[in-house]
């Protein structure tokens, strides 16, 4: 397998959450109302699997090396759109987490605000993931020895075993910090 083997499965897995976001959009839409739970969870699967994964391997890894490689003016004009579209998805997920917290603080309007951005995440992902797999990373290829593409393949593999380990850590110390905040009052 090519490195971009993995970041081409990711994609696949990508593609389904929009699914179910996208059902979730139609609920929001004719219900009037959204689980802040599953809110909660779309957002952890774009901070965590899209974000610090997928995206962690392309600008920490793939785009490093790059930056080192003299790219055409053509690709290296994409990898900068794609770290523009890497930095778009934070701040609409941004928008996200605030919009549900005001809702879950009983604030409907907020309501509004989660769909429009969710529809925008999943309006966002198919031109990106096109843009990736047809453009940039058959070019990008070209660009690594069969050698030097193995050891990317490799430091995504050593990228994926630390998520996990990164994601709890994190989790326990918000843990921690909301039981120290509720043993201040």
Not at 38 to 51: E, G, K, L, N
Not at 120 to 132: A, G, N, R
Not at 148 to 164: C, I, P, T, Y
Request: no cysteine.
């Amino acid at each position: 397998m090519n490195a971009h083997g993995p970041l081409m499965i990711e994609h696949r897995l990508i593609e389904r959450m929009l699914s179910v976001i996208k059902a979730a959009i139609f609920k929001i839409e004719f219900k009037h109302e959204v689980d802040p739970v599953f809110v909660d969870f779309a957002v952890d699967f774009i901070r965590v699997y899209v974000d610090r994964t997928h995206h962690g391997k392309e600008e920490d890894i793939l785009f490093r090396e790059l930056k080192q490689k003299s790219l055409s003016a053509d690709d290296q004009r994409i990898m900068n759109e794609l770290i523009d579209e890497h930095v778009l998805v934070r701040k609409t997920t941004e928008l996200i987490v605030s919009a549900n917290d005001r809702y879950r603080a009983g604030d409907h309007i907020a309501l509004i605000i989660i769909a429009n951005n969710l529809k925008t995440i999943i309006e966002f992902f198919p031109k990106h993931i096109e843009k990736e797999e047809k453009r940039f990373y058959p070019a990008s290829r070209t660009y690594f020895s069969d050698e030097e593409d193995q050891a990317l393949l490799a430091e995504f593999g050593r990228l994926d075993q630390k998520m996990v380990h990164e994601k709890y850590r994190s989790a326990i110390e918000k843990l921690e910090n909301q039981q120290l905040q509720n043993k201040a009052f």
